[in-house]
């Protein structure tokens, strides 16, 4: 079995799957059971003032009758009193020496204010510290959380503030609601932190309820913006991590991947990215503790399959992830439906001839079903028939050697390369 050890900035954890911040760790009792189960890290249901939260929390976005695939909530940080929360922390890594135990602070911006939750908090053992600059609801309207996190100049001087006392790991945790997150990376850098954990949750409004006509989750009759995660956040986060891992003055800088994970193939994503560690928030809120173990085998698994150990996969992919004016222009492919497999539904040629480029050629057969074929000359291989087919293998995306050397846009403006021929008319 490979070995899954993982060091995030210094943050030691026997596999690199950790807890969100979030309800799975809202107590110590639940970080233990979590660590029982395989869980090789926790980071702290954030710690700051004490606050109230709503009684009705989260929405959902069903998709297809599958649940959850993004979540909605409008709760704050800990609604537990500190003192408790820090004995515990101190109890948790007194059981556990051997798990993560990050403790995330939220606290108003004031230097003595962040002096003494650090000192708390590394008085309680915790391991890592996480900066939470990313809640985009309630505590942003207090001038904490996403209000911070979308303005460098603000993640550096606070981050600059927990670095002059922290003498543990300082991760600070990034929203995405902010047009670019290389200048928020950069800027957490600047300030001295360790790391980077990414996303918190997207500012967003789940749905309304059309009979009361109210925002979900409702509040005795009103609603408020909230933040969006799970499944549906993913491709998001994917992105942000990468730009992180790609951008030439963040280079190396260790990050905490998040977003959206819940297999071990959403995690060797992230990993192949530039995360060290991958935290989990919906899928536990989801399915419980137990996930882990289909994430640590499946990780290990793909590990041992591929001959890769960690840290050969962590930034695998970044190489392979470019400006598109670098794509070759003479790489062709065209769809190919294989007969057998069809079953005549006509997904392919309806989304080709409404919402692609008519290279679907259809007729109905005896037997009623309709009978398609790809025309070769049209395709322009955008692949959205492949996507909206219902049978697996059905539709390949096939390649087709145009006799042309790669072309970029770069090459073909400087006149450096030449196009291969294309459809007329696209
Ligand atoms: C109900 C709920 C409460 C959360 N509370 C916190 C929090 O207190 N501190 C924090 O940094 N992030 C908090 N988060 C954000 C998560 O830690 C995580 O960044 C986000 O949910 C994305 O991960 P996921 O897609 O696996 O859920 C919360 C998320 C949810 C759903
Ligand atoms: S790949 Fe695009 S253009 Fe080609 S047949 Fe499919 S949908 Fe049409
Ligand atoms: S979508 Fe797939 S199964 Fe349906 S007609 Fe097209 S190729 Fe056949």
Same mark, same amino acid.
């Given at each position: 079995m490979a070995d899954l050890k993982c060091n995030t900035a210094g943050i030691i954890s026997p596999n690199p799957f950790w807890l969100a911040s979030a309800p799975p760790t809202n107590t110590g009792d639940q970080i233990m059971r979590a660590f029982d189960a395989g869980w090789g890290g926790a980071v702290w249901k954030t710690l700051g003032e004490p606050i109230v939260n709503v009684w009705s929390r989260y929405g959902s976005v069903d998709i297809n009758g599958v649940k959850m695939m993004g979540l909605n909530n409008i709760e704050l940080i800990t609604d537990r009193p500190l003192d408790v929360n820090l004995k515990e922390i101190y109890e948790v890594k007194k059981r556990y020496p051997n798990h993560a135990v990050i403790v995330s602070l939220m606290v108003e911006s004031k230097r003595e204010a962040w002096h003494e939750i650090v000192k708390k908090a590394e008085d309680a053992g915790g391991d890592g510290l996480e900066l939470n600059f990313g809640c985009p609801h309630g505590m942003s309207e207090r001038g904490m959380g996403g209000a911070v996190g979308q303005v460098p100049e603000y993640i550096e001087q606070i981050t600059g503030w927990v670095k002059e006392v922290a003498t543990v790991p300082v991760l600070v945790k990034l929203t995405p609601? %902010?047009?670019? %997150?290389r200048y928020a990376a950069r800027a957490a850098k600047a300030g001295g932190g360790d790391g980077v954990s990414l996303i918190n949750t997207i500012n967003s409004i789940i749905g309304l309820d059309l009979d009361t006509l109210a925002p979900n989750p409702p509040v005795n009759g009103l609603g408020s913006h909230g933040g969006f995660c799970g499944p549906a956040v993913k491709p998001i986060a994917l992105n942000m991590v990468s730009q992180i891992g790609t951008d030439p003055e963040t280079l190396g800088l260790p990050i905490s991947g998040i977003g959206g994970v819940s297999t071990w193939r959403d995690a060797a994503e992230f990993i192949a990215l530039g995360s060290s560690s991958v935290q989990v928030c919906t899928a536990v809120m989801h399915y419980g503790f137990r996930i882990i173990e289909d994430l640590v085998d499946g990780l290990s698994n793909y590990l041992d399959e591929k001959g890769m150990t960690m840290d050969e996969l962590r930034g695998a992919s970044l190489p392979k992830i470019r400006d598109w004016k670098e794509l070759d222009l003479n790489y062709k492919v065209n769809a190919r439906i294989d007969q057998e497999k $069809? %079953?005549? $539904?006509g997904l392919c040629y309806t989304a080709c001839e409404d919402g692609a480029h008519q290279a679907i050629f259809s007729r109905r057969r005896e037997d009623g079903r309709t009978f398609v074929e790809v025309k070769p000359d049209a395709c322009v291989g955008c692949n959205l028939c492949s996507l909206v087919c219902p049978v697996d293998g059905c539709i390949d995306m096939v390649e087709i050697p145009t006799g042309f050397d790669p072309c970029s846009w770069e090459q073909y403006q400087s006149g450096e390369g030449k196009l291969a021929p294309r459809p007329a008319g696209h």
């Open positions: 609601n %902010i047009a670019d %997150i $069809c %079953i005549g $539904c």
